[in-house]
Each structure stands twice: as C-alpha cells, then as structure tokens.
C-alpha cells in the first residue's frame, strides 16, 4: 500500500518559545507535543514553530541556496510574469524559474516543484495538529480562541497558495488534496479535490479563524501572528482570487479599521520592517534566526557581497518607464545608466546599474537581517478599489485608489482624473493605460512589486504576457514558451514523490498538463 510521503509533523522539532514583544523561536526539540498542549500558554509554543517555519529553509533535498521559504516562494511566481527581469544567471539560483525550465524538477526532491508543495504541506499538517486541540487546551480560552485561530488562517492561507500554484483559478479544474485532521509518514493520502473543493475548504477557515480572532480580546502578540485584522486581509485576498468582488470589498476595508495606516514613502524607501506603521503581518527577523544565505535577501539585495547577489533583480523597463517622474516610488529602482557607469555584481556598488531595485533588501547587511512583510495597509487600499471597480462603485474606487496614489505622487489627483470609469481593462499587460481598471492594475504592478506574486495576478485576471516588447530589458523572453492566458506553463507539476506515496493519485490521470 503506497503511503503519504509529504505530510510529517514537526511540532517536536521545529523551533518554538512563547511569544511576546520578539517573536523568540529557540530550538526546542526535546519538547513533546503533550507538553505543548499542556495548557495555553504553552500552545503559543506550537503556533509560534509554524511561523518560524514560513522563513526556514530546507524543503528539499538539494538546492537550498534558492529554498528559503514563503519569501522564496513568492520570488518565484514574480519572476515568472513580464515585471521582473533578471540580469543573468548569477550562480544559477531563480534563474531557471524565470526561464520557464524547472519543469523536469517534478521528478526529484530538488527544484521548486517538490519544495513548493511540501512547504505548504508542512505548515498544514502542523496546523492541523493544533487545530485537533480546539476546545481541549487548558488555561485561559481566550489565548486557546488566539492559538486555535491562527492555525486556522494559517491553513486557509497555505489552501490558497497551494491550488494558485498547481492549477488555474477554474474551480471546475482539480486543485490539490485536503487534509483536515494530523497526519504522518504513515498516513493515506487524498485525492485531488477540485479547486472549488479548496475554495470552500479556504473560505470556511479562514471564516472560522474570523470567529475566534472576533472572540478574543488578546491582541496581537508580535507582527507575525495573524490577528483579526490580518485574517480580514487574507479573507480580502481569498475573496478576489474567486471574483467575490463584494466579499473582497467588505474585508479589505475591515482590514483597514485596525491600527495600520497608508506610509509616506518615507516610511516605504525599503519595504524590510515590520515596525512601520502600514505593516499588518510581517516576519521580524532577528540576527541570531538569520537565515543566511538562504535568505531571500541575499539573492535579492544588490548590494550585499556576495555570489548570490550577482543575478540582479530589475523592474522592467516598460513598467518603470510608465511611473511619472512626480511618483517617488520610481526610487525603488535605479534610473537608466550608461552601462560604463554600472556598479560591478556582488559588490557595494552592485545596485549601480539600470533599473536595479533598492526596494527590498537587508536592514543590517553584515548580519543579514531584514523583515519579510507579507501584507501592507496599501494593498488592502488597493484590493478594495479594484473590488469596487469591479463592482461598478467608481467614485468609491477611485477615493481608495487615492489614497495610496496620493502618497506617492504629488500630481496623483490630476493623473487620476485622466482615467474613464469602466472596469474593462488591457488584454495586454504593455498596453497603454485608458480605464480607471487599467490604472488600479497598473498600481498594484508598482506599489506591490515583487511582495504579491504577479503570476498569481495573471492567472486571476486571465491575462498573458510578453517580455519582447519594444526596448525590453528581458535577457530571457521565452520565444519557445506559451505565455498566453490560462497557459500550462503558469502552473506547476505535482512533485512525482506524491504520485509515488499517495495511493490515491495517478501520474496519469492527475498530473498537470505540459507547458506547451
């Protein structure tokens, strides 16, 4: 009988403490899961192990260097679409992805493919361990309702990156397996349910997270837990990916009712600190749980020294050309230089070079430390103007729209008002911006570069792209790959060590179709 390989509980191992006003995470490996969930308190132990893992490496067996969790994981469906160019090769880490060539990976525990899925199916099972405890820990039931909460969000969220990365947002298409209750090594695995199988599965977690978030008076620990405002944002996300576009609108303003604000782009000029007033959720990193260069940042800051640094992460030169100069965000990238002018790779000066970012990258190179935000007031601002638009709701579009634009652009009223209320927008991601819809897309494109998967976008709007337009900045523009809407490509294959310790999945009938 052919055996779940992927789901393994890991409460025993990971690193876990309590949690206060530093998320502590020191390796507790000689606790058992009944000390654990001896009472409460204690229980803050196994939900604070789930977040230390969202940063963590080793999710496969080799190629650790490109494996450094969810920060990771997001860097990998950005490049993927037409608004993250990167320079070259570099030691190869990312490289492939951003050329559409791991699909061979799914037949290892190597590549991304396999990463990927037991990643999220990691932080599921663990979920699952603590979501079995409901209504028995001991202690005080409102940190219990806290603990018990976030398991539940954090499951909803790990659904909804999963089915966004094996599958297109059809819900009559198959999504991936559900699990509900802990499993093991030796557990029998599910079959794929259908993505609207997964939607449900999400929405009603993340529903019953809302319910205990509600009921607790606890507030949030640390900008890692999820409190209720947070669990509004990811109902919000969820809600958009399924075009439940009164549901998204509903949810991101309720986001917004709690203390965030919107930043001043002084407070944004590197999005890498959670302490910042627009932050919601966010990964404070501190230097003894650097990950090193695991880290995402050290791949992703130009001027960190170092091999990894040497593949630049760009803006491409469509996007960044179509920023106003009078929009302060175009300091996230470096202007156009001659290329003599160009820092060398892996250097101090590695960000010296056209269109470099600078927006996202270590607080303390030496230490190699920088936060990982995983949700922003200005995303919230921009879900619901994008849901309103949707909904026809225009001057309430355009009023969130502002909010954000206004901060960034001291001529944004007068660029606004260029743009026609219609929610229809460009086929073509480089087409020219006519519609308030094209506006607010495009807005996203900018204000939330390389934090939201643009892939992801792509795939819930039904767009393609191409990177061969005019004056690109593309060294790979996939001449042989289909990046037409709803392509193949845009999904990954189902690791072959599921089809191999899942009973109740064939690689021929259940695996992924081709990228061509």
Same mark, same amino acid.
């Given at each position: 009988?052919?055996?779940?390989?992927?789901?393994?509980?890991?409460?025993?191992?990971?690193?876990?403490?309590?949690?206060? %006003?530093?998320?502590?995470?020191?390796?507790?490996?000689?606790?058992?899961?009944?000390?654990?969930?001896?009472?409460?308190?204690?229980?803050?132990?196994?939900?604070?192990?789930?977040?230390?893992?969202?940063?963590?490496?080793?999710?496969?067996?080799?190629?650790?260097?490109?494996?450094?969790?969810?920060?990771?994981?997001?860097? /990998?469906?950005?490049?993927?679409? %037409?608004?993250?160019?990167?320079?070259?090769?570099?030691?190869?880490?990312?490289?492939?992805?951003?050329?559409?060539?791991?699909?061979?990976?799914?037949?290892?525990?190597?590549?991304?493919?396999?990463?990927?899925?037991?990643?999220?199916?990691?932080?599921?099972?663990?979920?699952?361990?603590?979501?079995?405890?409901?209504?028995?820990?001991?202690?005080?039931?409102?940190?219990?309702?806290?603990?018990?909460?976030?398991?539940? =969000?954090?499951?909803?969220?790990?659904?909804?990156?999963?089915?966004?990365?094996?599958?297109?947002?059809?819900?009559?298409?198959?999504?991936?397996?559900?699990?509900?209750?802990?499993?093991?090594?030796?557990?029998?695995?599910?079959?794929?349910?259908?993505?609207?199988?997964?939607?449900?599965?999400?929405? %009603?977690?993340?529903?019953?997270?809302?319910?205990?978030?509600?009921?607790?008076?606890?507030?949030?620990?640390?900008?890692?837990?999820?409190?209720?405002?947070?669990?509004?944002?990811?109902?919000?996300?969820?809600?958009?990916?399924?075009?439940?576009?009164?549901? =998204?609108?509903?949810?991101?303003?309720?986001?917004?009712?709690?203390?965030?604000?919107?930043?001043?782009?002084?407070?944004?000029?590197?999005?890498?600190?959670?302490?910042?007033?627009?932050?919601?959720?966010?990964?404070?990193?501190?230097?003894?749980?650097?990950?090193?260069?695991?880290?995402?940042?050290?791949?992703?800051?130009?001027?960190?020294?170092?091999?990894?640094?040497?593949?630049?992460?760009?803006?491409?030169?469509?996007?960044?050309?179509?920023?106003?100069?009078?929009?302060?965000?175009?300091?996230?990238?470096?202007?156009?230089?001659?290329?003599?002018?160009?820092?060398?790779?892996?250097? /101090?000066?590695? &960000?010296?070079?056209?269109?470099?970012?600078?927006?996202?990258?270590?607080?303390?190179? =030496?230490?190699?430390?920088?936060?990982?935000?995983?949700?922003?007031?200005?995303?919230?601002?921009?879900?619901?103007?994008?849901?309103?638009?949707?909904?026809?709701?225009?001057?309430?579009?355009?009023?969130?729209?502002?909010?954000?634009?206004?901060?960034?652009? &001291?001529?944004?009223?007068?660029?606004?008002?260029?743009?026609?209320?219609?929610?229809?927008?460009?086929?073509?991601?480089?087409?020219?911006?006519?519609?308030?819809?094209?506006?607010?897309?495009?807005?996203?494109?900018?204000?939330?570069? &390389?934090?939201?998967?643009?892939?992801?976008?792509?795939?819930?709007?039904?767009?393609?792209?191409?990177?061969?337009?005019?004056?690109?900045?593309?060294?790979?523009?996939? =001449?042989?790959?289909?990046?037409?809407?709803?392509?193949?490509?845009?999904?990954?294959?189902?690791?072959?060590?599921?089809?191999?310790?899942?009973?109740?999945?064939?690689?021929?009938?259940?695996?992924?179709?081709?990228?061509?």
């Amino acid at each position: 009988m052919k055996k779940i390989l992927f789901l393994f509980a890991i409460i025993g191992v990971l690193s876990l403490s309590s949690c206060s %006003e530093e998320l502590n995470t020191d390796p507790t490996n000689q606790v058992s899961g009944t000390m654990i969930f001896a009472d409460a308190q204690n229980s803050l132990t196994a939900l604070n192990g789930i977040y230390r893992v969202l940063y963590t490496g080793g999710w496969g067996s080799a190629w650790n260097d490109e494996n450094g969790g969810l920060p990771a994981y997001i860097l /990998v469906f950005d490049i993927m679409g %037409e608004d993250h160019p990167m320079d070259g090769s570099g030691s190869g880490w990312f490289w492939y992805d951003y050329g559409f060539d791991t699909w061979g990976d799914y037949t290892g525990k190597a590549g991304h493919q396999y990463q990927i899925w037991n990643f999220f199916y990691t932080i599921i099972s663990n979920a699952n361990y603590i979501i079995a405890q409901e209504g028995k820990i001991p202690g005080d039931k409102k940190i219990a309702d806290y603990v018990v909460g976030q398991a539940y =969000a954090l499951r909803s969220f790990a659904y909804m990156w999963l089915v966004q990365s094996y599958q297109q947002n059809d819900p009559t298409k198959p999504g991936v397996p559900i699990y509900t209750e802990p499993t093991i090594a030796g557990s029998v695995g599910n079959p794929r349910g259908t993505v609207k199988q997964v939607y449900d599965r999400a929405n %009603e977690d993340i529903n019953k997270a809302i319910a205990l978030l509600e009921g607790t008076t606890v507030a949030q620990m640390h900008k890692s837990h999820i409190d209720k405002y947070v669990a509004y944002g990811i109902k919000a996300r969820h809600a958009l990916v399924q075009k439940d576009y009164p549901t =998204a609108l509903t949810f991101s303003k309720k986001a917004m009712e709690g203390s965030a604000q919107i930043a001043d782009f002084n407070d944004v000029k590197r999005v890498n600190d959670i302490s910042k007033k627009n932050v919601l959720w966010g990964l404070g990193i501190q230097t003894d749980q650097s990950m090193g260069i695991w880290d995402i940042y050290s791949h992703m800051d130009a001027d960190s020294k170092g091999t990894y640094s040497k593949a630049r992460h760009l803006i491409s030169s469509w996007l960044y050309a179509q920023i106003p100069d009078t929009d302060q965000r175009k300091q996230w990238w470096t202007a156009p230089l001659p290329q003599a002018e160009w820092g060398a790779a892996g250097t /101090v000066n590695g &960000s010296k070079r056209s269109w470099c970012q600078v927006k996202l990258g270590y607080i303390d190179v =030496a230490a190699q430390t920088g936060d990982h935000i995983l949700m922003r007031e200005e995303e919230m601002a921009l879900i619901a103007a994008e849901a309103a638009c949707h909904l026809q709701q225009f001057p309430e579009a355009r009023q969130h729209l502002a909010s954000v634009g206004t901060k960034r652009d &001291s001529n944004y009223a007068t660029r606004l008002a260029n743009f026609t209320d219609s929610k229809s927008y460009n086929a073509s991601t480089t087409a020219g911006l006519v519609t308030l819809m094209d506006e607010i897309l495009f807005q996203r494109r900018v204000e939330l570069w &390389s934090e939201v998967p643009r892939l992801h976008d792509l795939q819930r709007l039904g767009l393609g792209f191409k990177r061969n337009f005019e004056g690109t900045n593309h060294p790979l523009q996939l =001449a042989n790959i289909n990046t037409n809407p709803a392509s193949p490509a845009f999904i990954l294959w189902i690791p072959q060590a599921e089809f191999d310790g899942n009973e109740n999945m064939d690689a021929g009938k259940d695996q992924n179709p081709p990228q061509k």
